[in-house]
């Protein structure tokens, strides 16, 4: 079997063809009409499909976006403005009337969970928190090898935790939420008030380097994302934390320190079967797990 799979963000749209063991044939991505809408953005979708069904003999469409979603409708809940008006947009059924294909729609940190689950950093562990530090904080929750999605469809929302009452004002409209501290956005802020630019790569060869005033940052950045992790661990009591987004990419360096930070943190019984791992597929997990629900349903 042969599927077309898509990661719809709000800067770029990435798709490849996959087989029904997740191995991705075919990559490539385009930059997302984002501010033409969300019908706009997901008539991309159905144009990129039709040209793949050109080439290939599909079995079916999958989807990971960003937003929150109802996996069972394929419809966005809700969803930032950076897809503008994306919210109640039924995903599903533009797609399968369009292709004439069975076609799934997941949120992209569940897709990512899912495709870690599949063939990556979570594999063969039924039960785990998935977390992405980018512009904000997402979060997945996966138990007995599913997607945990809350009455809603809308759980997972890690990075609206309060880290600090009454702290910095959050887009959401609250204050002193998670992703205002712990997101990789937030450590761009911090490097910028110290340095005076915005590279995380620089950051951390400074602090590899043994950088005073970069050491500085990053543990005190850490010590943020540590603190929110304390209160997902003394809730969950996960054997694992699978930690995504483009810090990721800073291997045991930052993975040395989570868990020192966080140990430190949470109460010892919580210790012993934790694991902290960060994720193995990158980007290729959102059209991995898109697959596996996919896969699920047909």
């Known amino acids: 079997m042969i599927f077309g799979a898509f990661d719809v963000g709000g800067t770029s749209i990435k798709y490849g063809i996959l087989d029904e063991q997740g191995?991705?044939?075919?990559?490539?991505?385009?930059?997302?009409?984002?501010?033409?809408?969300?019908?706009?953005?997901?008539?991309?979708?159905k144009d990129?499909?039709?040209?793949?069904?050109?080439d290939y003999a599909l079995d079916g469409v999958a989807v990971s976006t960003a937003g929150q979603v109802n996996n069972l409708e394929g419809t966005i809940v809700h969803a930032t403005e950076s897809i503008p008006d994306y919210t109640g947009l039924n995903v599903k059924k533009e797609l399968e009337e369009a292709l004439r294909l069975p076609v799934a729609v997941e949120n992209d940190v569940n897709a990512a969970a899912l495709g870690e689950y599949w063939w990556g950093a979570a594999r063969e562990t039924n039960h785990f928190l998935c977390m992405t530090l980018g512009t904000g904080i997402g979060g997945a929750i996966v138990m007995n090898g599913k997607v945990y999605t809350g009455a809603s469809f809308s759980a997972g929302e890690f990075g609206h935790m309060t880290l600090y009452p009454g702290g910095k004002d959050c887009p959401c409209g609250d204050k002193g939420c998670y992703e205002m501290y712990a997101s990789s956005k937030s450590l761009e802020r911090r490097v910028e008030e110290y340095f005076g630019e915005d590279s995380l790569r620089d950051l951390f060869a400074k602090a590899k380097n043994e950088n005073g005033v970069a050491e500085y940052v990053v543990d005190q950045w850490v010590s943020d994302v540590a603190l929110g992790m304390k209160s997902l661990v003394h809730i969950f009591n996960p054997p694992l934390i699978v930690i995504g987004g483009g810090v990721s990419e800073q291997g045991d360096y930052l993975l040395d320190k989570l868990k020192r930070s966080v140990n430190a943190q949470i109460m010892p019984s919580f210790q012993r079967p934790l694991q902290l791992k960060m994720t193995q597929n990158g980007n290729d997990a959102n059209l991995q797990g898109a697959v596996f629900?996919?896969?699920a349903l047909l």
Request: aromatic share 0%.
């Open 293 to 295: 629900q996919l896969l």
């Open 23 to 45: 191995k991705i044939l075919h990559q490539s991505q385009t930059v997302t009409n984002a501010s033409a809408g969300g019908k706009k953005v997901i008539d991309q979708v």
């Open 48 to 54: 990129i499909a039709r040209n793949l069904q050109a």
